[in-house]
């Protein structure tokens, strides 16, 4: 039974370098990329350590139109984010609480539009973007994001609240608390878990959108930060580490969110599993 463990102790350590590899492979080559000048990407190995710290690359990105960019992906990320989380918190209670006629039909339709693809829905979203007159505007991205994020969120969040306990409804309606009071007092509450997981999964899938950015938007005042790498490639050309100057900053806030909240992740996905 030792050698066994010790043997499967092997397999997940080897098996977890290789994730680790995989996983860190790209990364690596971003931030080394984003340090190195424009040519010596090819004058050295791909994943050779830059000759030196080489930061006129991050000073013109910042010096550029990025704080706009920035801007704009924070507007719209957390706009759509309040939608969001309002939205299926709202619709997953009567879901996961209440037992009504086209309770399962209901959801059985937005668990179905979970698998329609975005690319699917593009042309008709830019269509309909032009007639409400919101294209190469911000406003633009808010409403597809929302629409294609509450799927998963309702499902997500349906799911965590029928794990809270019902006695606990009970006791408040003897104490004289009604549907609403209820929802506010102490099924929102205790969603909070729960919440904060969607707002992190959410947040990562929105703020790396690239498809809807691209097709809703055309300038460079409309534009998020996925498509601020336009700005450094031509077209014959790219300023590769440049370009791998603006991911690193990209991808800074939502790491350090990520940190941040990993935590209060774990802990929505292990209360969802448990309760009850």
Not at 10 to 35: E, R, T
Not at 248 to 262: D, V
């Amino acid at each position: 039974m030792k050698k066994k463990f010790k043997v499967g102790k092997i397999v997940v350590a080897l098996l977890a370098l290789i994730w680790l590899a995989i996983a860190g492979a790209p990364f690596y080559f971003m931030v080394a990329s984003a340090f190195k000048e424009q040519f010596e990407i090819f004058t050295s190995g791909v994943f050779a350590m830059p000759k030196g710290l080489y930061l006129q690359n991050f000073n013109k990105v910042i010096e550029g139109d990025f704080y706009k960019y920035l801007f704009n992906s924070i507007f719209v990320v957390g706009v759509s984010l309040v939608l969001i989380l309002f939205t299926s918190l709202f619709a997953s209670y009567p879901f996961s609480r209440f037992k009504f006629k086209l309770n399962k039909p209901l959801f059985g339709i937005i668990v179905a539009a979970m698998a329609v693809p975005i690319h699917v829905t593009l042309i008709p979203v830019f269509q309909l973007t032009q007639k409400m007159n919101l294209y190469d505007t911000v406003f633009a991205l808010i409403g597809p994001y929302t629409a294609f994020n509450l799927p998963i969120s309702v499902f997500i969040l349906t799911g965590f609240m029928a794990q809270i306990p019902k006695e606990l409804e009970e006791s408040a309606e003897i104490d004289g608390c009604g549907k609403y009071r209820t929802f506010f007092s102490i099924i929102a509450p205790l969603s909070k878990p729960g919440l904060a997981t969607l707002a992190i999964y959410n947040s990562v899938n929105m703020w790396n959108e690239f498809s809807f950015a691209l097709v809703l938007t055309q300038s460079q005042k409309s534009r998020t930060l996925p498509l601020s790498i336009w700005e450094y490639q031509g077209q014959y050309n790219a300023n590769i580490p440049m370009i791998m100057a603006v991911l690193t900053l990209c991808a800074l806030p939502m790491i350090l969110a990520f940190a941040i909240g990993q935590d209060k992740l774990i802990k929505g996905m292990m209360a969802g599993a448990v309760k009850g």
